[in-house]
């Protein structure tokens, strides 16, 4: 497996479908980057109003308890922002439309590296996860060529090309960052979406142990897994 560790301060854009999943998925190499001194941006797509099993709660209530969660995960791993799209949980499809909204974002913030879900996973449940990951991947197509969009460039928004794609909870990992120095940051980030584990047993022991095992396939304590795509 290629590992190959990330160095030079630039600037990283990561686009997740749900508060959390950007934790979960590549916190521990987030709170690195952040310790390198790159500039980081959150994309979050959904507010996530779905993901409770309380029947008490509303979706609105809950909406506004993980933006917060969010917030506060994200300020322990160094993000410098975070673009909330607040659309719907469980809603989100891979239309022309989020598309060019991602398109825009990349556009905009011009990321060496783009980090998001791995659409082609096998058995991937969460149609938001396979949207987001489409949606990334075709937006990316779109941010670097100049025939698509051309009234972006007219208004400043001139084509970009990050130099790779990382996609997480890949089917085919084939580069591992190292994270062991940032897992505890990962798993303090973690322990702010207190809506999501808080009641969730043996949550913390789960990760470690998948950090522990995508690690050790690289020659590390603990790493986090992608499929790297040169862009």
């Keep these: 497996m290629m590992t190959n ?11 997740g479908a749900h508060p959390d999943d950007s934790e979960f998925s590549c916190g521990g190499t987030i709170a690195k980057l952040g310790q390198q001194g790159w500039d980081v941006t959150y994309v979050v797509c959904t ?26 995960a994200a300020a322990v791993l160094g993000v410098q922002r975070i673009i909330f799209l607040r659309y719907n949980d469980g809603e989100l499809e891979p239309t ?24 082609w996973k096998h058995y991937m449940l969460h149609p938001d996860h396979r949207a987001v990951g489409f949606a990334v991947i075709e937006g990316a197509v779109s941010a670097r060529d100049h025939l698509y969009m051309p009234g972006l460039g007219q208004i400043g928004l001139t084509v970009w090309r990050p130099q790779a794609l990382y996609l997480w909870a890949a089917e085919q990992p084939d580069y591992t960052e190292d994270i062991s120095a940032t897992l505890e940051l990962k798993l303090a980030a973690l322990r702010e ?16 142990q998948r950090a522990r095992e995508q690690g050790q396939a690289a020659g590390y304590e603990a790493g986090e897994a992608f499929k790297k795509i040169s862009l």
């Excluded at 109003?49 to 993980?66: C, F, M, Q, V, W």
């Excluded at 598309?99 to 783009?114: C, S, T, V």
């Excluded at 979406?193 to 470690?208: A, K, L, T």
Aim: charged share 25%; aromatic share 8%; net charge negative.
């Design 5 to 15: 560790l990330i160095e030079e301060a630039q600037r990283a854009l990561i686009i």
């Design 47 to 72: 507010n996530g109003n779905k993901g409770s099993h309380d029947p008490a709660i509303t979706a609105y209530r809950l909406s506004e308890i993980r933006e917060a969660e969010q917030r506060a």
């Design 96 to 119: 022309p439309a989020l598309r060019a909204e991602m398109a825009l974002y990349i556009r905009y913030f011009k990321p060496n590296a783009l980090f998001t879900h791995d659409p």
């Design 193 to 208: 979406h207190h809506s999501q584990i808080d009641h969730v047993e043996g949550w913390e022991q789960r990760v470690r």
